[in-house]
């Protein structure tokens, strides 16, 4: 019989792309394995990239606690033989009482079970007191790998590169985006400008002015419909911007990232997804601690600064006295010429 495996993240897009690498260690090791995944019904659309998850199951957080404790009961009759709780929140703590309880676990009956841990203590050393216990740079893809070698899972030679887009995706995307695009589309550039947090992100007039350095390229923008700002990137120059901010989904964007050259992108869950599609990115890190990529076609762009990390996600303040300084001081220029050096290499 197939070994079953219950994947358990929720959110975010950046941490469940990230968290993907799981699936390839499992099937690695167990090649017949049946990998079952639960995530936030609107963040489960894009699992369906990867085909080799046999199901997708998606949490509605409007049915509350009480919908949870269906699922889990309803996940529950599915006999897994192995969960893996890659999220450590309420939500997922709930699932692994109703699937793997404590009382079980201690005497070793029931699913095999393993969890990532958040390291609140060494997040709070980090943070608060500035005691870094962090093999740095961190990156996410490999702490979610770690928990797995609880199972002896840690072969990961080989990855998914069939990555899967329904015909009709691909037949929008290509009709109403890449045939919209002015230029050559070996000069076409993706700009992730947005961020979930403030403070990740590289600022506006930055962005503006890399547009304006690169008068030979045309961009191609991705972003939410609340990211209004992109707006003045594209005014620089209109006729060598097009703007989709709002104007995708997860998967289309997804889609269109895999199609890129060339991603310029903070902190991002379409940074994360360059890296998985193994797409060349340049990585604007400033204030977080944990969105480090892993592959060898991401180029890092960082200053050295001692307060560095501050943030595990970019939320909070700037100390600082010029805002964001750990992400102004990645100037337009120094970003030019690295777009230059990699798109003409």
């Given at each position: 019989m197939p070994k079953k495996f219950l994947i358990i993240r929720?959110?975010?897009?950046?941490?469940?792309i990230q968290c993907m690498t799981a699936v390839d260690g499992i099937l690695n090791h167990y090649p017949d394995a049946e990998i079952h995944w639960i995530a936030r019904k609107d963040m489960?659309?894009?699992l369906a990239m990867d085909q080799r998850i046999h199901k997708v199951w998606g949490f509605d957080r409007e049915k509350g606690f009480k919908g949870l404790l269906q699922q889990a009961k309803q996940l529950k009759q599915e006999q897994f033989d192995y969960v893996y709780d890659a999220h450590s929140n309420i939500r997922s703590i709930v699932l692994k009482t109703v699937l793997v309880p404590r009382w079980k676990r201690w005497f070793g009956i029931g699913p095999k079970f393993t969890m990532r841990s958040k390291d609140r203590i060494k997040r709070i050393l980090l943070f608060k007191f500035r005691i870094d216990r962090f093999p740095m740079p961190f990156r996410g893809m490999l702490s979610f790998r770690k928990p797995l070698e609880k199972w002896g899972i840690n072969d990961y030679?080989?990855?998914n590169e069939a990555w899967h887009f329904p015909a009709e995706l691909k037949e929008k995307m290509n009709e109403q985006v890449m045939g919209k695009l002015k230029g050559e589309k070996d000069k076409l550039v993706t700009l992730v400008p947005s961020a979930a947090w403030q403070m990740k992100r590289w600022p506006v007039s930055h962005w503006q002015k890399l547009v304006d350095l690169l008068p030979d390229y045309h961009f191609m923008i991705l972003a939410g419909p609340a990211d209004v700002f992109c707006k003045e990137i594209e005014e620089v120059a209109p006729e060598r911007v097009l703007n989709l901010s709002g104007k995708t989904n997860l998967l289309e964007s997804c889609y269109l990232v895999q199609k890129s050259n060339l991603v310029i992108s903070g902190d991002t869950g379409f940074l994360h997804a360059a890296d998985k599609f193994k797409i060349p990115a340049l990585s604007l890190m400033g204030p977080t601690a944990f969105g480090f990529t892993t592959g060898d076609h991401i180029k890092t762009l960082e200053v050295d600064m001692k307060c560095r990390p501050c943030t595990k996600d970019g939320s909070g303040?700037?100390?600082m006295k010029i805002y964001q300084?750990?992400?102004v001081d990645i100037s337009p220029n120094w970003l030019a010429d690295e777009v230059k050096?990699?798109?003409e290499s």
């Open positions: 929720f959110s975010s897009i950046g941490d469940i489960s659309s894009f030679s080989k990855v303040k700037c100390k300084q750990c992400m050096m990699l798109m």
